[in-house]
Structures are given as structure tokens and as C-alpha cells.
């Protein structure tokens, strides 16, 4: 399959060369210019994880966008939630029908980004895909190799709008097979691990994480209070998809930490695997890491903005958001990602129901 992928981050370069070793014909881009002239010399990525270490060759090291996306049944935008209002106008004269754009995961990003396309004339029939966590649990290792840790097992993926979602699942399916479908884009944004299990790990060690030059969140950090206070925010996420009629699975994130028991999105034990990899071991600058700027500004913000917009009480996830604010020394119930600042706080629930299925109109 012809398969664009967009981005410069771990996550664009793990997915570039895993997708290319499956054997699709992966379209690369990045916006860096530089980064992206270095990798058309070799036009490979090396690839590490259990099996050893590879050179994996990709097969379009494109010059622009659009001969990225041309002809790309499925575009992969694995960059943070933060980069998407300008990658929506980087790709909205570039879109086609019939073609799939995955964002893994969105924060509801399939969302502002259909809108922002359709603000900028784009007519096409296209569906966008958002899933519950990224594909692989990665770090670069260097400017053009990617070491994979783990990958997804169970791969939660909402569609938007949902009326598309056995084409579009369809299309991702042949490129992930892990994915298990969720009820809609919304439903997608409120699996997302990230703004449940970050939060509490970036707050509560923000000490740990100045004083030191390195430090594992995910090793040193995290300990029983945390781990309560993760669990704690997690029941409030649950309450919220259950307030809104979604279904179980809602992929509990204490089943990422149990060796037994119900499988997680990467499987089990990937916690050890994770923490043994030592890759997680960095230096986190709270004011600019995208931890607060994507997990708690965008992710945590909708979460709380739905939680009160459905009538879900929310203190841990209101308390958090106001600590990071204070971190941050902004507001970011103000400026988040929340259905005020969407446009669509003011939705009653059938219309926000009939939005995720129908979509935006052409």
C-alpha cells in the first residue's frame, strides 16, 4: 500500500521504517529541510528493536507535501497534537477522495483538522482515524535511526466522521492489524493514554525532574502515590465515556502495569520492557515539554471540558490542570483544546452525536 507519512518526531520515523519493512511504500516527509536532505542521501532508516538492529530502506523521500501524499491511500501523522492546526494547512490543498489521514493518537485532532481543511476550500471526501496511543513505545537513537521497544497489540481507532468508518478501517487495518474499532472520534480521543498517565507522573516529580540532568518518569517516578493518583484520574476518564454511552473496553491504564490480566493496549508487561530500555531516562524541561504542552494543555483540558460539559464530576483532573497552569503561568483551561475553544460546547448531545457520525459538510 501507498502509505505518506508526515513528521520528524520518534513516532514519524519508527512508523516510516516499521510500515517500510512490512513492506509498504512509505512516502516520507518532515518539514525540516535539512533533516530531510541528510535522509534522501542514504533514502533508509535503521531500524532496532528485538531482532536486532537493520537498515530499512524507504522507498519516497519526498521533496514537499504533496508528493508525499500523492497517490498515498493512508497518511500517517504521528507528530504531537500541537503540530496539527499547521499540518492541516500544510496538507489541505493536497487532500484527496478516498484517502485516510491517522493520527496516532489525535486529542480530537480529527476533528479541528477535517475543520481547518474545509475552512481552506478542500471539497474532498477523505476521513481522518485517531487512535488510543501511538503505535510503538520508540526513541530515535540518533538522527535517522528509530529503536522500537514494543508495539501495539490491541490498537483503539475512532473514525471522523463515523458514517466512514468500514472504509477507513479498512485502509488502516491493512497497515496496523492491531486496530480494534471504537465508537467514533470522540470516543477514540477519551482512550488516549497519554493525558492520563503523563500528567501526574511530570507533576508530582516536577522537583526530581529539575534537579536532576536525566531522570525516568517512568522508572524512579513512578511509585504507589503516583500510581494512586494516575488510577484516580483514570476512574474520572471512565466515568466520562460511560456517562456518554460508550462501551467497554475503556482499556483501564492499571492493566498496563498488571503482568496478568487483561491485555493493554502494548500487551503485558510492557512496563518492564519500557522501564529496562532505559530510553525514557531524559531530561524534561516542564515550561516546553510535550508532556504539559500536548497532554495536559490539549489532552487533559478536553478531558475536564467534557467531563463538565456531560455532568461528570472531575476534581483530580481540574486539580492537575490547574497545578500545570500554575507551572506554566497560564491558563490552560483557557487555552487547551477544550469544546469551548472547539466551538462546540454549546452542542446538545444529539447534535454532537449526529456531528461524530455525519462529519462536516462539504
Given at each position: 500500500?501507498?502509505?505518506?507519512?508526515?513528521?520528524?518526531?520518534?513516532?514519524?520515523?519508527?512508523?516510516?521504517?516499521?510500515?517500510?519493512?512490512?513492506?509498504h511504500r512509505v512516502r516520507f516527509w518532515r518539514r525540516?529541510?535539512?533533516?530531510?536532505?541528510?535522509?534522501?542521501?542514504?533514502?533508509?532508516?535503521?531500524?532496532?528493536?528485538?531482532?536486532?538492529?537493520?537498515s530499512v530502506p524507504i522507498a519516497c523521500v519526498a521533496r514537499d507535501v504533496g508528493e508525499a501524499l500523492r497517490d498515498a491511500a493512508l497518511v500517517v501523522m504521528p507528530d504531537p497534537a500541537f503540530t496539527q492546526p499547521a499540518?492541516?494547512?500544510?496538507?489541505?490543498p493536497h487532500l484527496r477522495d478516498g484517502q485516510v489521514v491517522l493520527l496516532p493518537p489525535g486529542t480530537f485532532g480529527s476533528y479541528l483538522m477535517t475543520k481547518e481543511i474545509r475552512a481552506a476550500g478542500n471539497r474532498a471526501r477523505f476521513a481522518f482515524a485517531e487512535t488510543g496511543t501511538l503505535p510503538w513505545l520508540t526513541r530515535k537513537h540518533g538522527p535517522a535511526t528509530a529503536a522500537i521497544t514494543a508495539?501495539?497489540?490491541?490498537?483503539?481507532?475512532?473514525?471522523?466522521?463515523?458514517?466512514?468508518?468500514?472504509?477507513?478501517?479498512?485502509?488502516?487495518?491493512?497497515?496496523?492489524?492491531?486496530?480494534?474499532?471504537?465508537?467514533?472520534?470522540?470516543?477514540?480521543?477519551?482512550?488516549?493514554?497519554?493525558?492520563?498517565?503523563?500528567?501526574?507522573?511530570?507533576?508530582?516529580?516536577?522537583?526530581?525532574?529539575?534537579?536532576?540532568?536525566?531522570?525516568d518518569i517512568h522508572n524512579e517516578g513512578t511509585q504507589a502515590s503516583v500510581r494512586r493518583v494516575t488510577d484516580a484520574l483514570d476512574a474520572e476518564r471512565i466515568a466520562v465515556r460511560a456517562a456518554l454511552g460508550y462501551a467497554a473496553?475503556?482499556?483501564?491504564?492499571?492493566?498496563?502495569?498488571?503482568?496478568?490480566?487483561?491485555?493493554?493496549?502494548?500487551?503485558?508487561?510492557?512496563?518492564?520492557?519500557l522501564t529496562d530500555s532505559k530510553d525514557w531516562s531524559e531530561r524534561i524541561v516542564l515550561t516546553e515539554h510535550r508532556y504539559m504542552i500536548e497532554d495536559v494543555e490539549l489532552g487533559l483540558a478536553l478531558l475536564v471540558s467534557v467531563a463538565e460539559w456531560a455532568g461528570v464530576d472531575c476534581p483530580v483532573a481540574r486539580g492537575l490542570l490547574s497545578i500545570a497552569s500554575a507551572v506554566m503561568g497560564r491558563d490552560l483551561r483557557s487555552s487547551g483544546r477544550t469544546l469551548e475553544n472547539l466551538g462546540l460546547a454549546g452542542y446538545s448531545r444529539a447534535q454532537l452525536t449526529t456531528l461524530l457520525r455525519e462529519g462536516l459538510p462539504a
Open positions: 500500500m501507498e502509505i505518506a507519512v508526515l513528521g520528524g518526531g520518534n513516532g514519524a520515523y519508527a512508523c516510516a521504517a516499521d510500515l517500510s519493512a512490512q513492506g525540516d529541510a535539512r533533516a530531510l536532505a541528510a535522509l534522501r542521501a542514504n533514502a533508509a532508516i535503521a531500524l532496532k528493536d528485538v531482532d536486532g538492529e537493520r499540518n492541516a494547512a500544510r496538507i489541505a508495539r501495539a497489540t490491541r490498537l483503539p481507532t475512532g473514525v471522523f466522521p463515523a458514517r466512514a468508518q468500514a472504509q477507513a478501517t479498512d485502509v488502516v487495518r491493512r497497515a496496523f492489524p492491531a486496530l480494534e474499532p471504537a465508537e467514533d472520534a470522540l470516543s477514540a480521543a477519551l482512550l488516549n493514554a497519554g493525558p492520563i498517565i503523563h500528567p501526574p507522573l511530570v507533576l508530582m516529580n516536577a522537583g526530581a525532574l529539575e534537579h536532576f540532568e536525566r531522570w473496553p475503556h482499556f483501564p491504564l492499571a492493566d498496563h502495569y498488571r503482568p496478568d490480566g487483561d491485555e493493554w493496549m502494548y500487551g503485558r508487561k510492557v512496563h518492564k520492557k
